[in-house]
């Protein structure tokens, strides 16, 4: 037997080793979490700028920027919503977070509060509040918006 056909061998095996190395580090990688962010939520710092019973709706646009969502019925707040998202592999996106930032008005237009919440365990937390009065309006609406937000299928977008 010659040299080459003994290398030949050993580099067959070599190659099938590479092969088998190349699948599982693929596979591997194809486990590995995607994270997707939705939504914009106004930092602690930004919203130190913005004063309870002075600001106004204008003011708050020029600081803040418009919210993707305002009160739907009265249209006495404003709703800022991020949600963080987590995807491994083919398995179904998961929340991992959601905060809302709720600014509400006065009838006058002024701030009225602002609070930020989040989500634990499922259930809707207050974060902060900066209130003018111990009466906080909205705050059936903003459940009502934590709650239905991680209920969404890919499938109601799309027939």
């Keep these: 037997m010659s040299i080459r056909g003994i290398s030949g061998g050993r580099s067959g095996q070599g190659r099938i080793g590479l092969a088998l ?39 708050v646009a020029a600081t803040l920027g418009r919210p993707s969502s305002e009160g739907l019925l009265n249209d006495v707040g404003w709703f800022y919503v991020q949600s963080r998202w987590k995807q491994s592999g083919v398995m179904e996106p998961k929340e991992i977070d959601r905060q809302v930032v709720s600014i509400t008005f006065s009838e006058a237009g002024k701030v009225e509060n602002v609070e930020r919440f989040g989500l634990e365990q499922g259930r809707v937390v207050t974060l902060s509040r900066r209130v003018t009065d111990s009466n906080v309006k909205g705050v ?19 027939d």
């Design 21 to 59: 190395g190349l699948v599982l580090a693929l596979a591997l990688s194809a486990c590995s979490a995607v994270y997707q962010n939705h939504g914009y939520v106004p930092s602690d710092e930004e919203l130190a700028l913005i004063e309870v019973g002075k600001d106004s709706r204008e003011t």
């Design 140 to 158: 059936g609406f903003l459940k009502q918006l934590m709650g239905n937000i991680g209920r969404l299928r890919a499938d109601q977008f799309f």
